[in-house]
Nanobody, 123 residues
Framework: QVQLLESGGGLVQAGGSLRLSCAAS????????MAWFRQAPGKEREFVAA????????YYADSVKGRFTISRDSAPNTVTLQMDILKPEDTAVYYC????????????????WGQGTQVTVSS
């Protein structure tokens, strides 16, 4: 099993920044693609960004492209999501996910999920 723990959520004004982190533990972190998803109240969960095991390629939803940056660090086993120029429509619970493959993207199936961290952007 892989355990994922998100942190870094909070309340921020529109135009501000937040940095989310996902710490992985349990089975090896290597050879796993990672991703961030989000779910706003009353909406389906949606893909935000993904990164392959080798850190390339990366994928982004059109709604966050140019504002969010996903990165990973094998020591410690963390994946981060730097979110800049935040908008009220970015308000959601953000989830970290991992899959049993070194490659991932918006259409991939992810096998492990964190509990989520709330991000609220005020206008």
């Amino acid at each position: 099993q892989v355990q994922l723990l998100e942190s870094g959520g909070g309340l921020v004004q529109a135009g501000g920044s937040l940095r989310l982190s996902c710490a992985a533990s349990g089975r090896t972190f290597s050879n796993r693609a990672m991703a961030w998803f989000r779910q706003a109240p009353g909406k389906e969960r949606e893909f935000v960004a993904a990164i392959s095991w080798s850190a390339r390629p990366t994928y982004y939803a059109d709604s966050v492209k140019g504002r969010f940056t996903i990165s990973r660090d094998s020591a410690p086993n963390t994946v981060t999501l730097q979110m800049d120029i935040l908008k009220p429509e970015d308000t959601a619970v953000y989830y970290c996910a991992a899959r049993n493959s070194p490659i991932g993207g918006p259409g991939a199936v992810y096998d492990y999920w964190g509990q989520g961290t709330q991000v609220t952007v005020s206008s």
